[in-house]
């Protein structure tokens, strides 16, 4: 099902999109990816008069960006007690100022641009309901505090429900975020700047001191590149798939004649719950996310949206579910983003990822950065995020995961037998089978057309599995998801799995 974001077909309709590359052609900077990063670069770019050329291989925003929660604000989950102790004051202190610029740059380009976003602001809250998980509240007031920020302790929220105690940050912000890069659009276009869809880069090389971007068949040949694609889409050099794994959450709208809390709410423990309000129709409605695992891990519907819905029919009985969506992010072994330059072998190439579910900010963040680094202007935040730092590995448990994860996917799962015969696989549901010692991955649909594949991923050979609540083959390495007929639906992988004729 689609977001609440993207249920609206019109948001795009008069904006100039070309569809569909067709030419070899210069420019002086190709963007790949329209997400939110790669737009907020052609925003800035084109701006300053650059001409920017946007790559992009389905449709604007359709992927993390268009199916986010929408909140703007520096208050990431408990974090600035983590960034204090592991980095020290003044980078903990620089992070917070960055992203709080961040959220006053998006208000200056939604009222320089006149951009109709349902911008508003609102308190961020941090909450618990558990009173064990209250000294960690504290912990983060009195490292916020430190930093010399006003943030509050509070004991109610205006939540449905009672809490323990809550971290309160003002003036944060939330927004519909395809509306908001609807208006960035518009503005790289009248400025110049070309957007293409079903545009699907594969690959980046060295030109001299230029770069050439292959894409649908065509070259473009560029100073500069941005690598906006989410997760990077070019393992070599830059090797963030050993540095980053993906996180997947899911949302829920719901209409509810019982009247809305205000602010912006998030849990302090797991599961992750977040709460905000919207509009839908020009009425008020309410959001849940949450649940995360781990993308390409298996879950079900009554652990995901079962549960979320649970909640809301908990605190408002009559609530009806409008949309419900899921979506990852890219979480770095320190938590902290990569941006900056791809590889230190490559001057010229810039990426922004890892913005561990925090990208409204930290894409303005990223998109200020690489602007400053192609325009030779110093940043005062670009150390904290440095995309080369050697020492990435602060979270050793998740590195210790992901090597055993990739180990079993690249290796040992692939020598072991499925344990479902093709005859045990029920209709609208899918499984690896073996079939003259080959794994194949089967799709039944509703009625029984099967539809097959080869599940290893297109990226880096991993085993995929069957995603049985949106039908799709997952993985669990580096999280790329295909369609159960093969298609390739998210990044890092961008070719299509093989399919066999039965
Ligand atoms: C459930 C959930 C809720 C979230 N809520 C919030 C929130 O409330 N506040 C917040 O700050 N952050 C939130 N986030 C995080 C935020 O949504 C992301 O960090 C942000 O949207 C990432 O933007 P992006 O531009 O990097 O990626 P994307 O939006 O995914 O854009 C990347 C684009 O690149 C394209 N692409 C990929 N490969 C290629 C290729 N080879 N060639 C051409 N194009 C390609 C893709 O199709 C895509 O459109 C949330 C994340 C999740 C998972």
């Known amino acids: 099902m689609n977001s609440l974001w993207l249920s609206d077909n019109n948001i795009f309709k008069n904006i100039d999109l070309n569809n ?5 052609f210069s420019t002086d900077v190709c963007v790949i ?30 992927k993390a960006t268009g199916n986010t929660t929408g909140k703007i604000t520096s208050q990431h989950g408990l974090f600035y007690d983590y960034l204090t102790n592991s980095y020290g004051q003044k980078f903990a202190k620089d992070y917070l100022d960055v992203n709080e610029e961040a959220i006053e740059n998006i208000k200056n380009i939604i009222d320089e641009e006149k951009i109709n976003c349902d911008f508003k602001y609102q308190n961020s809250y941090v909450y618990t309901t558990k009173k064990d998980e209250l000294k960690f509240i504290k912990k983060e007031y009195n490292a916020v505090s430190d930093l010399g920020y006003n943030c509050e302790l509070v004991t109610k929220t205006g939540l449905p429900f009672n809490i323990v105690g809550a971290l309160c940050f003002k003036k944060q912000a939330e927004f ?3 509306k908001y890069l609807a208006g960035l659009c518009k503005c790289i276009i009248e400025r110049n700047g070309k957007i293409y869809t079903n545009t699907t880069a594969v690959d980046v090389k060295m030109e001299d001191s230029d770069y050439i971007t292959y894409a649908n068949g065509h070259e473009i040949k560029s100073k500069y590149v ?3 694609t989410h997760y990077p889409f070019i393992n070599f050099p830059g090797f963030y798939f050993t540095k980053m794994y993906q996180s997947t959450s899911y949302l829920i709208a719901v209409d509810t004649k019982k009247t809305l809390f205000k602010g912006m709410h998030i849990s302090a423990g797991v599961p992750t719950l977040s709460f905000r309000t ?3 129709n020009n009425k008020e409605i309410l959001l849940i996310g949450g649940m995360d695992h781990k993308t390409g891990h298996p879950s079900s519907y009554k652990d995901t949206y079962g549960k979320l819905e649970d909640i809301a029919k908990k605190y408002y009985p009559d609530s009806n579910v409008l949309f419900r969506w899921n979506t990852r992010d890219c979480i770095s072994l320190d938590k902290l983003p990569y941006i900056g330059h791809f590889s230190s072998s490559m001057p010229n190439m810039f990426v922004g990822t890892g913005f561990k579910k925090w990208g409204m900010t930290l894409s303005n963040v990223a998109a200020n950065i690489i602007v400053d680094k192609i325009c030779g202007n110093l940043n005062k935040y670009e150390y904290l995020f440095k995309s080369t730092r050697l020492k990435p590995i602060k979270n050793h448990d998740e590195f210790k995961n992901m090597l055993v994860q990739s180990t079993n996917s690249l ?5 072991k037998r499925p344990n479902m015969s093709f005859d ?7 499984s690896i089978i073996e079939v003259n010692n080959e794994k194949v991955g089967i799709y039944k649909d509703k009625n029984g057309k099967i539809y097959a594949v080869n599940p ?7 085993l995929l599995s069957w995603n049985d609540i949106d039908k799709t083959w997952d993985c669990p390495c580096h999280g790329s998801r295909f369609n159960f007929d093969g298609t390739n639906l998210y990044d890092p992988a961008f070719k299509n799995l093989d399919t066999y004729d039965l």
């Open 456 to 462: 290893i991923c297109t990226h880096l050979g991993c």
């Open 424 to 430: 045990e696989i029920e209709n609208n549901s899918g």
């Open 411 to 415: 290796l040992l799962n692939k020598l």
């Open 33 to 62: 990816g329209a997400g939110i990063f790669g737009l907020t670069c052609a925003y800035y770019l084109t701006k300053l008069g650059f001409d920017v050329t946007v790559l992009e291989k389905s449709d604007i925003a359709s």
């Open 20 to 24: 569909n590359l067709d030419k070899d």
């Open 176 to 178: 519909h975020p395809i």
């Open 226 to 228: 941005i690598i906006a």
């Open 278 to 280: 919207a509009l839908y």
